[in-house]
């Protein structure tokens, strides 16, 4: 396989790739000097290499994010997948948090049939403060095989907490301008009517009777002229008795039937 983006004089490329199979795309972005920061969001582009296969016959790749030495490459994470070359010529990506930070990351672009691969040479990915890291990648003396180094994609570290606000709203306070409304109690339902049985329909009629009676002859109610029955002022007026009084009124509410009458 051939490293496609190690062209250039100073950029260090997986050098031992160079004697395997056909590369497919030029990787034109990241290059060996590009800096990723952790949830940003990077463009990964890449050309025709002009090899087999051709970007015009529309190959079906992956791109994987890497890591470690030439000869022992590690997939940290599917950047995209399905991508249609011949269509496409780049994708977006949101960059993860990677530990260590470190010129120590590579792209691998995969075609789905195997029959082509390309690398993107090692770029390095900070930590979230920005911080580069010491890790470059270097080909020891008479080597050939870059050690490289090994990431890995950790959890985002969290954030400050927003501070609790544990204080208790202050009461309402009165508006004086507005005066409290008073709530009318609510009224109290009518009472149904009770229904009247027969006797005290009899009674009724009876009592309405005895007061057309009297009315016509009013000495109906004088019962009595005894002693008992009335007694008589010393201007002469005669006074009705409490027993006679009671009767009056009894007939006058029409509770008392004068059925000897």
Known sequence: MKFAAALSVGILSLSSLDLFANAFVYPSTPVGATVWKPDSTVTIAWTDDKQAPRLESEPVFDIFLMTGSDDHQTKLATIATNVKGGITNSVKYVVPHVSPPGQIYFLMFQTKDGSGMAWATRFTITDENGNHGTLHPTIPPGGK???????????????????????????????????????????????PAVPKTVADKEIDKSADQTKERVAKDPSLVHVGTSVNDKKVAANGVTIVTPWLSMLMGAIAAGTVVLSML
Do not use: F, L
């Open 145 to 191: 095989i870059n050690p490289g180094g090994v990431g890995s994609i950790i959890s985002a570290p969290k954030g400050k907490e927003a501070p609790k606000d544990d204080a208790k709203a202050p009461p309402a306070k009165a508006n004086p301008d507005k005066a409290p409304v008073k709530t009318p109690a609510p009224k109290a339902a009518p009472k």
